[in-house]
């Protein structure tokens, strides 16, 4: 007699700055990252979510897809970024030149 589980629970999170949403789903063995995330209906409180763009990982870590879930697992789903994080540090390491703040905190010599 098989004793193991034909369903596994998967929570399934978004967050935005001031709100988050965790949904839990009781998927099927073998599911991937992208059939659970259906399955959550996750799409439903947030209609910007693009099935077929998203970015997801499990634990901050970056995941395929068509990855296959298993029990316990936390999918998350990443939002866009807004600015390239690169950019942002140049951005302020300039200013701070400029402000005559300028340390190696910012990587930026003063001149």
């Keep these: 007699m098989n004793h193991e ?3 596994i629970m ?6 935005l700055p001031k709100q988050q949403k965790i949904i839990s789903v009781n998927a ?3 599911a991937t990252a992208i ?7 996750m ?3 947030f209609p910007e979510i693009d099935y077929d763009n998203v970015k997801l ?3 901050s870590n970056l995941i395929k897809p068509d990855r296959v879930m298993e029990a316990g697992e936390r999918l998350e789903i990443y939002r866009p970024l807004i600015a390239d994080p690169k950019d942002v ?3 302020r390491a ?3 030149v400029q402000e005559g703040r300028a340390n190696k905190t910012t990587g930026s010599k003063i001149k």
């Design 35 to 41: 059939e659970v995330l259906k399955q959550s209906g």
């Design 43 to 45: 799409q439903t409180f």
């Design 5 to 7: 589980p034909e369903h």
């Design 94 to 96: 300039e200013k701070a």
């Design 28 to 30: 099927r063995l073998g």
């Design 57 to 59: 990982g499990i634990f």
């Design 89 to 91: 540090r140049r951005r």
């Design 10 to 15: 998967i929570d399934v999170v978004y967050a």
